[in-house]
């Protein structure tokens, strides 16, 4: 802007002039005003004042306000003259080349680039973009990024908005054996060897079946973009042994492992061929084998033989040199049924010497009464008109004078002889009394 001195003789001073713009919206002027202190008679002086229209200016006229602030001096430069005022205008027309970009995505916080340049993450909307056609880039971690054109058009707003795909990975199963069913979060995806792709990154779940194995239930970690590997061995199924016996309470060998008393259900026993032993006091030990298959369950029943007293007995004396060995693996409750069997072998033995004692007292009462007969008299005259009465002891006949004279023997109440002699007991009777 130009401001002159053009008439008189005389100079002005303190000159002011200031600038504003109407409408203002979108409109920055700085400095608005400016001053000069002095412009000599007939010179002038150019007043500079930058206006930035910014992107919020919409297009259409606008109008310039100039007002200028002077005073004038006489000509003997003594008496100031004013303040004097004048008033300009002029028109200008703004064409804003700016526009905005709304963008928008699925899912959100995605990293935009315009023109390979970050502005920010969605959703956002880019104002103040100069008119024209730019590269738009959307990115985020574990999809695949989208890239499109946009064209922005003066004090207008052109929109984005897009959906992003995410990245996946692959895996690729296999077991030893192969063959086994393969479920991918809970669906089923084949049997191995497999791969499967497609698979969205982060945490799965993997389950592995094969029949005579053990299943497996698993987890696996697929990255975007990235293939990974699954690699198991399968374990084969364990079997189980059911014991029991006749009677209960046996103690359970497998193998030289004790495992408890029966009954008993072992479970978890690998596959193969065992030997089980069954122990219990008053009892023979006895041994089975047993074969056990993948999931499955076999079972030994035994009825166990009571030792005799002789076998008994052995077994208590051979057990005193190896009690310390194996006393940690009877119970209390065994203990003492061995003791309680112990004394009834004892009373049994009593009873059969009694009966001994008893039966040779007996044979030995009986010894000493045939004794007595075969060494007594033998009477053999006999009279006529005698009763005669046979008596069979240990094969001797004897014979007795029975009749007028017979009479009763004091000791027997027997029958007696005429001489004097007890035919039944052999004792000699005084018949003079």
């Known amino acids: 802007m130009l401001v002159s001195e053009v008439s008189g003789d005389d100079w002005v001073k303190d000159v002011t002039v200031s600038v504003q713009v109407s409408p203002s ?28 229209v910014t992107e919020a200016a ?24 004013g303040p004097y005022y ?7 027309n703004i064409d804003n080349p700016y526009g905005q970009i709304s963008i928008s995505t699925n899912p959100q916080n995605a990293d935009i680039y315009l023109n390979s340049q970050y502005i920010g993450t969605s959703p956002m909307t880019i104002s103040n973009v100069v008119q024209g056609k730019y590269t738009l880039l959307l990115k985020k971690e574990g999809y695949n990024d989208v890239s499109t054109s946009v064209t922005v058009t003066a004090d207008s707003q052109s929109s984005v908005s897009k959906t992003l795909s995410q990245k996946t990975g692959g895996v690729s199963v296999s077991t030893t054996p192969s063959g086994a069913t393969v479920n991918i979060d809970g669906k089923y995806a084949g049997t191995s060897p497999l791969t499967k792709n497609g698979i969205l990154p982060g945490t799965h779940d993997i389950s592995i079946s094969m029949n005579g194995y053990r299943d497996v239930s698993d987890t696996f970690y697929i990255s975007a973009g990235v293939s990974t590997s699954y690699k198991k061995s399968l374990v084969k199924e364990n079997g189980n042994i059911d014991i029991d016996s006749t009677p209960s ?16 259900y072992l479970d978890g026993i690998p596959p193969g061929t065992f030997t089980i032993k069954l122990v219990k006091d008053g009892y023979k030990d006895l041994e089975r084998t047993v074969t056990v298959k993948d999931d499955s369950t076999a079972s030994v ?27 940690n693996k009877i119970s209390t409750v065994e203990s003492t049924e061995f003791n309680a069997q112990i004394l009834e072998a004892v009373f049994v033995v009593l009873l059969v010497i009694i009966s001994i004692i ?8 009986r ?15 006999i009279h006529n008109g005698d009763y005669i009465e046979t008596h069979i002891r240990d094969s001797v006949v004897q014979r007795t004078n029975i009749g007028s004279k017979q009479g009763a023997c004091p000791y027997c109440k027997d029958a007696t002889n005429t001489e004097g002699v007890c035919s039944a ?6 018949n003079t009394k």
Request: glycine fraction near 6%; charge should be positive.
């Open 249 to 264: 309470g046996a103690s359970i060998y497998l193998g030289s492992s004790y495992k408890g008393v029966t009954p008993l």
């Open 301 to 327: 029943s035994a009825s166990m033989e009571k030792l005799s007293i002789a076998e008994k007995v052995v077994t208590q004396v051979n057990g005193k040199s190896s009690s310390s060995i194996t006393s």
């Open 425 to 430: 007991c052999g004792r000699t009777i005084d």
């Open 58 to 81: 919409s297009s259409g006229s606008r109008n310039i306000i100039i007002n200028v602030k002077y005073y004038e001096m006489d000509l003997l430069n003594i008496n100031t003259l």
């Open 86 to 92: 004048l008033q300009d205008s002029q028109y200008f």
């Open 367 to 381: 010894n000493k009464a045939t004794t007595n007969i075969e060494n007594q008299t033998v009477v053999n005259n």
């Open 358 to 365: 008893f039966t040779r007292k007996v044979l030995k009462s």
């Open 25 to 52: 919206s979108g409109i920055v002027i700085s400095p608005s005003s400016q001053s000069v202190s002095r412009i000599n008679k007939k010179s002038s002086y150019t007043f500079t004042f930058p206006i930035d």
